[in-house]
């Protein structure tokens, strides 16, 4: 079952946040984030696992509430080199990902 | 260091033909994965290959089909080809539940 990203898509500003969203009609045990630059292979950012932690990387941050069956990506301040599209992956008996958020940085 | 080779980068078939791509994980990682990213879409999971067998398959037609050889590389055949078939195939190697390593892709274009 393939996870629901939102939104599809977002413009910022350099030095805005943003906040992408993955949902999953399944029960979660972990999360992947990747992002994926134009023409570029997608390249791993984190992994959350059963528990709820929050992981960070660099000013790239996660949650994950297996609860409400959620994950959330928090960019805080950002870059022009964020820009890309942000797949979150659900690893159940394959890693299935969600549609992507293409994310947009305009200085 | 993990790692993924593709082999064609691009290829370019015409409608009807059979598409054959390579995958080749180094570090002997046993677990190799096959993604569909046709244009403005998301990676699309096609196959799951593990110690040489087939582990699960996305939904796709039968004229996707695979394999995995003993030194665990793989390869993905298209036959019949579409026009829609057109994408970036990715294949990736992962370790259980950590994190995937994606190859550079094979830009296949169906004409």
């Known amino acids: 079952q393939q996870p629901v990203q939102s939104p599809q898509a977002v413009i910022l500003r350099e030095g805005e946040d943003a906040v992408i969203n993955c949902s999953s009609s399944?029960?979660?045990?972990?999360v992947h984030w990747y992002r994926q630059k134009h023409g570029e292979a997608p390249v791993f950012l984190m992994i959350l696992l059963k528990g709820g932690e929050q992981k960070g990387h660099d000013k790239i941050s996660a949650s994950f509430n297996e609860k409400k069956q959620q994950s959330s990506l928090y960019l805080t301040a950002s870059q022009l080199s964020y820009s890309g599209t942000y797949f979150c992956?659900?690893?159940?008996?394959?890693?299935?990902f969600g549609a992507g958020t293409i994310l947009r940085v305009k200085s | 260091e993990a790692g993924v080779t593709q082999s064609p980068t691009h290829l370019i078939k015409t409608r009807g033909q059979q598409a054959t791509l390579r995958c080749s994980p180094i570090s002997g990682h046993t677990s190799v994965y096959w993604y569909q990213q046709a244009l403005g879409l998301g990676l699309q999971f096609l196959l799951w290959?593990?110690?040489?067998?087939?582990?699960n398959r996305g939904n796709f037609p039968p004229r996707f089909s695979g394999r995995q050889f003993p030194n665990y590389s793989s390869e993905l055949n298209v036959n019949a080809l579409e026009l829609e078939d057109s994408a970036l195939y990715l294949c990736?190697?992962?370790?259980?539940?950590?994190?995937?390593?994606f190859g550079q892709g094979t830009r296949l274009t169906v004409v």
């Open positions: 992956g659900i690893y159940g008996n394959k890693l299935v």
């Open positions: 290959y593990d110690e040489g067998e087939e582990r």
């Open positions: 399944k029960a979660l045990y972990s």
């Open positions: 990736a190697i992962q370790f259980g539940v950590t994190e995937a390593f």
